[in-house]
């Protein structure tokens, strides 16, 4: 199959691209939070160099969150619009299990604690299972404070490995685990988001996982209390 998976969940913006002959590419376009103005282009791009058109896409898969609230309403817009423009079937995934997944191709087993990077002093985090048969989620994906998650892992006192940018930021904090390591990968995997492009089932709807209200709302909620 054809396949573009869509990456904005973080301040990274990144897209991959499958082809049916065996084809892949991937690459991060952006490090700063401008992905409104590469992401078409880059898109672009990558169908230009594999000689490919907009319409030849069977799938495209886009990471609907947990992660900042303007990247991921840029990633999902342009993601529904190839949809509807071109017929190819959406594929939804987060950023989360994007992390495990990439992690897990990098040969980490055991637990693992996904952590993006949610500003205001949080992390979108979820806490997963990998062993040589895959990737299993042992928690749901929830929102919490970096000193928090630490708390819980340096009590517990079980082998844990950190990983995403949301570890990276609080760096200090989760090398500091006794029990833990840390796997330094910074952006959810889109080498990853193309192999669950294969397998998993398409959606008609893609529903973005926030997990909390966008910071221009809090903001305002602040400003406003007596």
């Excluded at 791009?45 to 030849?56: C, H, I, K, S, V």
Aim: hydrophobic share 45%; glycine share 10%.
């Amino acid at each position: 199959m054809n396949i573009l998976a869509i990456e904005t969940a973080t301040a990274v913006c990144a897209i991959g691209l499958r082809t049916r002959e065996g084809v892949e590419l991937g690459w991060v376009v952006d490090e700063d939070r401008h992905h409104t103005e590469v992401l078409s282009a880059a898109i672009a791009r990558a169908l230009g160099e594999t000689g490919l058109r907009a319409r030849d896409l069977d799938r495209v898969v886009v990471d609907r969150g947990p992660g900042l609230f303007t990247g991921l309403r840029v990633g999902l817009a342009t993601a529904i619009a190839l949809s509807e423009g071109t017929g190819a079937p959406l594929v939804a995934v987060t950023s989360l299990e994007l992390l495990a997944h990439g992690a897990y191709a990098d040969g980490t087993r055991g637990t693992l604690v996904c952590g993006v990077d949610g500003r205001r002093g949080e992390v979108f985090v979820q806490s997963f299972r990998l062993e040589d048969d895959g990737v299993r989620p042992l928690t749901p994906a929830t929102v919490a404070t970096p000193r928090a998650v630490v708390i819980e892992w340096a009590t517990n006192g079980a082998p844990v490995t950190f990983t995403g940018d949301g570890v990276q930021r609080y760096l200090r904090d989760f090398a500091a685990v006794p029990n833990g390591v840390v796997e330094h990968q910074l952006v959810p995997s889109v080498s990853a988001a193309l192999g669950l492009g294969v397998t998993r089932e398409t959606v008609t709807h893609v529903e973005p996982m926030y997990l909390r209200e966008a910071d221009a709302v809090a903001n305002f909620s602040t400003r406003q209390r007596p």
